[in-house]
């Protein structure tokens, strides 16, 4: 008897279990947009916002729908059906991911290289001064293509090879491919947000 | 004693009543997580049924917000971050790398040991000297002596040897008693030589043995040892002592392994047993 109802416990945690991992996944898919099944929408009676770190809110239309951990040197670029509007760029230096947002809605997002904490790649709210896609650095003697000049000491969002336990001179690596992209989809006095890596919470949904 | 009563099956079970009251506590914590499949069916259901009512739509929006929120996206995606001071080089190889000086660093990489040739790659000439040591002493002329041991002279006694030196006998150098082509007699004669002819040796400048050719050792092609396969060693396989068998003693893992194999299987019969009696005996 007693044997019965431990069973009959074990099924009903096996089945609690996989209802609580099932449920938010088919809550997402019954959210999104069926055209586009690769990107969460949010409704427009509720768009979340980003705080920017000079205080500036950037509201979120819709997300790309990437629900798993990215790996050094990967990325996702996805602007099939967004339409045109101001493009901003979020570099997350704690969660070292930099996204591309085009009016609203983001169209890319790769796993990033930055500074060393001996060269600290510099924070705050920047915009694209200088494009280069031949950019080659005479100080450190590398090719630097499809280069977005954030700063006049040289910090810049450049091609870079992004692998586990590499880091820049205070630059900011993306892979070159999607350096590529981001560089026809970026235009000079563009923004962008380099959020700290000491604070993650920097940014909050309002 | 007291071990004695602990390995006794059914002892568990009979001295159930005299636990300390901590098993009460479990049982608590046990009778509530039969509860929890309830809220988490509440949690699954209540959306999907009421998708139009005012609590599935507001339940829907909160379960959007948190799950699917841009912070909850940046979270699952991250590859996580960096410690401080995680890295010690800038743009670093990714791997260990020896450090050495730059005088040697173009040297050629070492071959790794399974990339080895096999030992029959021997250049010729190479194993020579095997067994002795020095090949040069075995292309030297050999002098029978008589009642003992063959006499080895020196290099430069033999290499230039004086006209006309006359070498009296005496006790330290045993008389000689002239060349003989092809080595060494064997057996050695027991009847001692009347030493009457002089030396007499090799010309000057002709170090040609009569037996072989320079470089040749007596009794062998080159590059093979005598008695074996090159690269196996004289009397067996390598490894393997030349008195019989190798012992093969565990390691203490493997002790360990067994060990824990036999408890495990003793574990699971005696948990087997209360079972059986409890079916049988009540």
Redesign the interface.
């Known amino acids: 008897m007693a044997h019965d109802r431990f069973r009959m416990?074990g099924r009903?945690?096996i089945?609690?279990a996989g209802?609580?991992l099932?449920?938010?996944r088919?809550?997402?898919e019954?959210?999104t947009d069926p055209v586009s099944a690769s990107r969460?929408l949010?409704?427009p009676d509720?768009y979340?916002q980003?705080t920017l770190p000079d205080g500036r809110r950037e509201t979120?239309r819709s997300?790309?729908?990437?629900?798993?951990?990215?790996?050094?040197g990967e990325f996702v670029w996805d602007e099939k059906s967004v339409p045109l509007g101001p493009v901003w760029v979020r570099v997350?230096l704690?969660?070292?991911?930099l996204?591309v947002f085009r009016g609203g809605h983001e169209i890319g997002?790769a796993?990033i290289l930055?500074g060393?904490?001996?060269?600290p790649t510099p924070t705050g709210s920047l915009k694209i001064l200088e494009k280069n896609p031949h950019y080659y650095s005479r100080s450190y003697h590398a090719p630097m293509p499809f280069m977005l000049r954030l700063t006049n000491d040289g910090v810049a969002i450049h091609g870079s090879s992004v692998?586990?336990?590499?880091?820049?001179?205070g630059c900011i690596g993306v892979p070159i491919d999607f350096a590529r992209l981001l560089f026809g989809a970026a235009k000079k006095g563009d923004l962008v947000a380099v959020l700290p890596?000491?604070e993650?919470q920097a940014d909050?949904?309002k | 004693m007291f071990r004695l009563r602990l390995w006794r099956p059914g002892f568990r079970r009979a001295h159930a009543s005299s636990r300390p009251a901590g098993g009460a506590t479990s049982l608590n914590w046990?009778r509530a997580?039969?509860l929890?499949?309830v809220p988490?069916?509440l949690?699954?259901l209540i959306?999907?049924l009421v998708p139009d009512g005012q609590l599935g739509n507001a339940t829907?929006?909160m379960?959007?917000?948190n799950?699917?929120?841009?912070?909850a996206?940046?979270?699952?995606?991250?590859?996580?971050?960096?410690l401080?001071?995680n890295?010690i080089t800038?743009?670093?190889k990714?791997k260990p790398h020896e450090r050495v000086l730059s005088t040697v660093r173009e040297r050629p990489t070492p071959r790794v040991v399974l990339d080895m040739p096999v030992v029959v790659d021997i250049a010729p000439g190479a194993l020579l000297a095997f067994p002795d040591a020095n090949p040069s002493l075995m292309t030297l002329p050999q002098y029978p002596i008589a009642g003992g041991a063959p006499f080895v002279p020196s290099t430069p006694f033999v290499s230039t040897p004086p006209q006309g030196l006359q070498i009296p006998p005496g006790p330290l150098l045993p008389p000689l008693v002239g060349f003989i082509p092809g080595g060494i007699p064997s057996p050695p004669s027991s009847t001692p030589v009347t030493p009457a002819v002089p030396v007499a040796s090799n010309p000057p400048g002709n170090n040609t043995p009569p037996g072989g050719t320079p470089d040749t050792p007596p009794g062998g092609t080159p590059g093979t040892p005598p008695g074996g396969t090159p690269g196996t060693p004289p009397g067996g396989t390598p490894g393997t002592p030349p008195g019989g068998d190798v012992i093969v003693l565990p390691e203490p893992a493997s002790w360990t392994m067994m060990l824990l194999g036999l408890v495990g299987i003793g574990g699971f019969s005696r948990r087997r047993k209360p079972q059986a009696g409890k079916n049988g005996a009540r």
């Open positions: 416990f009903c945690l089945l609690a209802l609580i099932l449920a938010p088919g809550i997402a019954a959210a969460v949010y409704s509720g979340p980003l979120i997300m790309l729908a990437i629900t798993r951990q990215m790996h050094f997350d704690a969660r070292q991911l996204s997002t796993v930055y060393t904490d001996g060269k692998q586990e336990g590499r880091a820049t001179h890596a000491q993650p909050r949904v | 046990k997580g039969k929890l499949p988490a069916l949690y699954w959306p999907i829907l929006r379960l959007i917000a799950l699917m929120s841009p912070q996206l940046f979270d699952q995606r991250s590859p996580g971050a960096r401080v001071g890295l800038i743009k670093g990714g």
